[in-house]
């Protein structure tokens, strides 16, 4: 920065016509662009590098207005202060606050098209209402420290630490996209590498696991009998779920044109997947039955429909059918637990039955196949078994 200043002239603004950059000296400058626009500039170096201040057009601020804001920018450098960071700074203060809850719902609206349902979507809405936006919600989104996520984390993290674990991942994804977008700097007090790992113990130290209840595998074939005696779209439908091993969303969510009667296949698309892919499920003769019994719709009608028009039947009528104690979902550990513990069935073959993912990825590698004809000869046992008949073997008729 050249330290003579004051070498304009006072009428140079108006003078000066070239396009070009005019030195007045301590770093101010006349610039007259191509188009003859003329406006005073500030060049100064910082850190080996230059940066530029735009400090108004000539018509605005005068020759010697101009040279007291370039007298104020040499003091802030003086002071240590660089000018440039200083006016970024001066605007993202004056400019209005986004709070923690409006981020929050600007990003689940920017990325829910991606996620593979609305569920997940609602999920997260569920999980800051309940957790964190009692505490974040109304907080500039600048403004949240280690202190705010911790006061979030630290009353559920022993206790809950599925949900806690949950809720942090959230925060981070929320606050990395307040910095992308501009509306807060500095680290992301909600990371867990290198940060928030030293503070609280990691969630594998204080996880339990919860099972869902599940009915003993013993009492499923009197549980079946009972509910082939009663009449309703939620017995049929609690019955087929049973005797396919299949998800509650998967079920109520059946539509008549993923079902082939004939060759005895239900193809479950990956939309409906808890895995996002398509899964081939065989049908023994007693779900084929169940289906039968079912009025029949046609196209993407639903096989199990609601009292809403349009609806499936919801989880809730399905539960009611069971005993106490016991969850719909855990009928699928019913059907695991039988399968292990009382037949020949190979693992991956009963674990593909439940469209669960096999071991690592060179298992995953190897296993390319769905198992669709041994998983026939599974499911085939179990609705034997779920007859309370005696299991066929290896041996089991397939469709062509």
């Known amino acids: 920065m050249a330290r003579q200043v004051g070498r304009l002239a006072p009428n140079a603004a108006g003078k000066i016509t070239k396009p070009g950059r005019y030195a007045d000296g301590g770093g101010l400058y006349l610039v007259i662009s191509r188009s003859g626009a003329k406006s005073w500039g500030f060049r100064y170096m910082r850190g080996g590098n230059a940066h530029e201040l735009g400090l108004g057009p000539t018509h605005a601020f005068s020759l010697a207005e101009a040279r007291e804001r370039a007298r104020k920018l040499r003091q802030q450098l003086a002071d240590g202060i660089d000018p440039l960071a200083a006016k970024r700074e001066a605007r993202r203060e004056a400019a209005p606050k986004m709070t923690f809850g409006q981020v929050a719902d600007l990003y689940i609206t920017a990325h829910e098209a991606g996620w593979r349902s609305p569920v997940h979507a609602k999920q997260w809405r569920q999980s800051l209402r309940d957790h964190v936006l009692p505490m974040l919600g109304e907080i500039a989104v600048d403004a949240i420290t280690t202190g705010g996520v911790l006061r979030v984390l630290e009353p559920i993290w022993r206790v809950k630490p599925e949900t806690a674990s949950r809720a942090r991942q959230r925060i981070e994804a929320i606050l990395d996209y307040a910095k992308a977008r501009g509306w807060r700097d500095g680290d992301n007090p909600a990371r867990w590498k290198g940060h928030l790992e030293k503070l609280l113990p990691k969630p594998s130290a204080v996880r339990k696991v919860e099972h ?189």
């Open 212 to 400: 869902h209840a599940a009915m003993r595998w013993q009492d499923v074939p009197g549980f079946m009998a009972g509910l082939a005696g009663r009449d309703g779209i939620a017995a049929k439908a609690l019955a087929f779920l049973i005797s396919t091993a299949g998800r509650s969303g998967e079920v109520r969510g059946a539509r008549w044109v993923e079902i082939d009667l004939g060759d005895g296949v239900w193809t479950v698309p990956g939309a409906r997947m808890k895995g996002a892919k398509e899964h081939r499920v065989p049908l023994s003769d007693a779900a084929l039955a169940i289906l039968r019994s079912v009025p029949r719709g046609e196209g993407a009608a639903l096989v199990f429909p609601g009292t809403a028009k349009g609806k499936p039947i919801s989880d809730v009528a399905l539960s009611k059918l069971l005993p106490g104690g016991a969850t719909v979902h855990g009928m699928r550990s019913a059907f695991r637990t039988w399968a292990g513990e009382s037949t020949h069935h190979a693992r991956e073959v009963v674990e593909m039955a439940l469209a669960h993912k096999l071991g690592d990825a060179v298992e995953q590698a190897y296993a390319r196949g769905d198992l669709f004809r041994r998983r026939a000869r599974l499911m085939a046992d179990w609705a034997s078994f779920c007859e309370g008949k005696a299991v066929a073997g290896e041996v089991v008729p397939l469709r062509a």
